[in-house]
């Protein structure tokens, strides 16, 4: 439970220091939807996420009213789509895109996740069918986020997956040239990408997975870059003392959080992620954290890098 001081801390985290709930992430299976009729199966993906998920904004409303935690996104991750349908064609794909984003809107929520594929060790004729959909499938839809893994410490490195996602992200960007180029945002290619991963844009739900989860991520880089100020000039172990207790402060917030929309929704809860990712927000960047801990600089290119990890 909270006491007094951890709740007036965590005010302070969220006024001064940019505190928020990143997402509360739904994961859905959809291996039940598989079939061999592209119209029925999305019919039965559309059914699913909209009936499982019809709650997920609501929840998400009401906990931020009651706690006064701001929530940021919304969304919802499935299971990955290659395995839906062996058969499918680039442009049945495509189709099953636009079924994700018309749920998406429905919903009313900011992004779905799992339009993509687990091609370490090999590609069936069905995923090279989907890896060539996915700048299309980018490019005609508003919240779809898509995933490739092609590569892993087990497996080795899928070469032939590596070229066709390098042409999938060069098509991608020059569908959506008008628009900055914004399907290449919604797309990540992965190596030793982990079983399941929750969280935008690569977020799909792992094939091991319950039927349904609520997964939550925490956004607290400006938290750490307070804490460490306090501490500047302190010892190394200080310091990683210091980190170790502020990460813990902040994801006690998400957990919070995560039981409450656990609770409120009847869905397991699974993760918490605490995100180092940047905002607009001046200050609120893991660039700021580096430059606190000691580096004189941090490139614009490794930023970029290291707040998507």
Do not use: W
């Not at 460490?228 to 902040?250: D, H, N, P, Q, Y």
């Not at 940047?278 to 893991?286: E, H, I, M």
């Amino acid at each position: 439970m909270l006491n007094i001081n951890d709740i007036l801390e965590t005010i302070n985290m969220i006024r001064e220091e940019n505190l928020d709930i990143r997402t509360i992430t739904m994961g859905i299976s959809l291996i039940d939807c598989a079939g061999d009729d592209i119209n029925a199966v999305c019919d039965r993906v559309y059914d699913k996420i909209t009936k499982k998920a019809e709650r997920l904004v609501s929840v998400g409303d009401d906990i931020e009213k009651q706690y006064g935690i701001p929530i940021v996104n919304r969304r919802v991750a499935v299971t990955p789509i290659s395995i839906l349908g062996g058969r499918f064609s680039s442009e049945d794909y495509i189709k099953l895109a636009k079924t994700l984003d018309r749920a998406a809107d429905t919903l009313g929520i900011n992004f779905i996740g799992g339009y993509g594929a687990l091609v370490q060790k090999g590609c069936t004729v069905g995923e090279e069918q989907l890896i060539e959909s996915i700048p299309y499938a980018l490019a005609e839809t508003e919240r779809v986020c898509s995933s490739v893994n092609v590569a892993s410490t087990k497996a080795g490195i899928n070469m032939d997956a590596v070229a066709m996602m390098g042409d999938v992200i060069k098509k991608a960007a020059y569908l959506t040239k008008d628009n900055d180029s914004m399907a290449c945002a919604k797309l990540v290619v992965f190596a030793n990408v982990p079983e399941d991963n929750p969280f935008m844009a690569g977020a799909f739900h792992g094939v091991t997975e319950a039927d349904k989860i609520i997964n939550v991520g925490v956004s607290g880089p400006g938290v750490v870059k307070t804490a460490l100020e306090k501490v500047r000039g302190e010892s190394f172990e200080v310091l990683c003392e210091t980190i170790k207790k502020t990460a813990f402060k902040i994801t006690r917030v998400g957990q919070l959080v995560a039981q409450e929309a656990s609770k409120a929704m009847g869905i397991p809860f699974g993760i918490i992620d605490l995100s180092l990712a940047p905002t607009p927000a001046v200050g609120d960047s893991v660039a700021d954290i580096l430059k606190e801990i000691g580096f004189e600089d941090v490139s614009t290119f490794t930023v970029s890098i290291l707040d998507t990890l």
